[in-house]
């Protein structure tokens, strides 16, 4: 869940301000593997590389702008755990609840500008 996340991430220093310290979700997660981790600022988000994760059963960390009406791409994560034709479901520690991605932020090829994947319960 997102509160697990972000009190296992607090617990070993995970947080560097409000960004995450990537290196950190291994010490947090220790039964943890990194699969993917993908920039995709300049580019559409590959929505088959989200997909190929999904369909393995691993829920993918995506970046997306907090506040969409700024010009600032401001720094928010959501957790995609499935995915519903065109669309996917995530779960957003905004509030707690779970979404339509593109009822929330919109298309989600635009608006993802990071992706990050790792797998719980296998050691690398």
């Known amino acids: ?4 996340f972000n009190a296992r991430m607090k617990a ?11 290196q950190m979700v291994k010490k947090a997660y220790p039964n943890s593997k990194y699969l993917k981790y993908i920039e995709c600022y300049y580019t559409p988000a590959p929505l088959n590389e989200i997909d190929a994760l999904l369909a393995q059963g691993v829920p993918v960390m995506v970046h ?3 506040n969409p009406k700024t010009t600032n791409i401001d720094q928010h994560w959501v957790l ?3 995915k519903n034709g065109n669309d996917y479901i995530i779960n957003d520690p905004i509030d707690g609840k779970r979404v339509s ?15 990050a994947a790792y797998k719980r319960g296998a050691k690398e």
Do not use: C, L, N
């Open 12 to 22: 070993v220093g995970g947080f560097t301000g409000a960004r995450i310290y990537w």
């Open 80 to 82: 995609i755990i499935g």
């Open 64 to 66: 997306v702008d907090y």
């Open 101 to 115: 991605f593109r009822e929330r932020y919109g298309s989600p090829a635009r608006w993802i500008f990071r992706i």
């Open 1 to 4: 869940t997102p509160a697990e």
